[in-house]
């Protein structure tokens, strides 16, 4: 069991700086294999979301006392789905009600289908400086399966507007491991990824949700099971051919150009401060994990007009019935040391000694003597003198690696 009676918890302030997630819950059609908070055929409901959107938003300004916001994220769903002039006013509210830092990064996903020379200067004029274009892949008969509303040809001529209209960080999400997918197409994936020469590139597994039409599929016998094993020779050969091409990995699954990784994204892994608004949206905010209702419909019944901090907990003026928020998790030492150790192990670059004892007051190979050295021993991590960080090996089996930390990890080698 690990060590905690040594922690003196110290964890980073809100007040010192967030990233800042928008919910999006709205799509075209809704991909089988995406178990997101969203839906399709609500169009009706966007009118009402955007402003009571708004009214969140100033409502935490309030409550936090306009805190100082690093980052921002529009995701979903499809943000690019969203009327043009809905964004713009979104972003007027966020500046009107946050201290957004004049360096800060703004990224919005969008959908291939969704990208015109006129909506992408239109973005960027509202202040979104960064992209994350959900291509997942360049073959049109996978896209056909994904339920992708864009074909190959569709994504390569929407970044190309991007670019024209201005946009300088830009980043593209692939998916491996689909059905019926086969080297040959993998290997032309990344050849049209590479050929486009973006900021940054975004690999996932194909994860099989429970729930999912295509977990549905799968089950029945439509499409086979994910085969693990040719997984992950489409991840390595991914590693390989990214790295000769100028991209550093510095995620599990995150490749960039030179100083272009995603700034929040590096918020979550580091485990900082952010604030998610919108249905469903997560935050971890003032020692507390907590989660915004899901329904778009009931979002915009419960969201008040004005909030009023009423204690010492700002948290508990947004909480339902006066306000969005429904699940609260209260986030203990024990629970902090965990979640640091699980999401800064995804980054190459690891869990930082000199950050780790600053948060906790001692090292992690202090609280997890006996873990570490099983990993070292399975041969899964590596310790340096800055940093405990995942082997090659590690990043093919992180989810063993991360469960050492919540004590369910392996017990002997395999």
Known sequence: MPNLAQIQHNPPNYR????????????QTKCPYCDFNTYAGIEDQISGYVVSLQDELRGWGTLLS??????????????????????????KTIRSSFEVSPTAEITMECNPGDVTAEKAASWLESGVNRISMGVQSFDDGLLSLLGRRHTALEAKQAFRTLRDAGFRNHSIDLIYGLPYQSPEQWSHTLDEAIGLEPDHISLYSLQIEKGTPLAVDVATGKYPIPDDDL??????????????????????????????ESQHNLIYWLNEPYLGVGPGAHSWLAGQRFANLKSPRRYVT???????VIGPDPVASMRTPAGPVEDVDITTPAIDVAETMMMGMRLNQGVSHKRFEKRFGVGAN???PDEI????????VEVTNEALMLSERGRLLGNEVFAEFIGDGPDEED
């Not at 805190?67 to 006013?89: H, Q």
């Not at 419960?302 to 009023?308: I, P, Q, R």
């Not at 050295?373 to 899964?380: F, I």
């Open 373 to 380: 050295k099983r990993l070292l021993n399975l041969g899964l």
């Open 231 to 260: 997984a992950a020779d489409m991840y390595e050969e991914a590693q390989r051919r990214l790295s000769e091409n100028g991209f550093t990995q510095y995620e599990i699954s995150n490749w960039s150009k030179p100083n272009l």
């Open 16 to 27: 010192s700086g967030i990233g800042l997630y928008l919910h999006v819950p709205f799509c």
């Open 366 to 368: 202090i609280i997890f």
């Open 66 to 91: 306009r805190p100082p916001v690093k980052t921002i994220f529009l995701g979903g769903g499809t943000p690019s789905y969203l009327p043009t002039s809905d964004l713009e006013d979104v972003q």
């Open 302 to 308: 419960v969201v008040g007009k004005n909030y009023e």
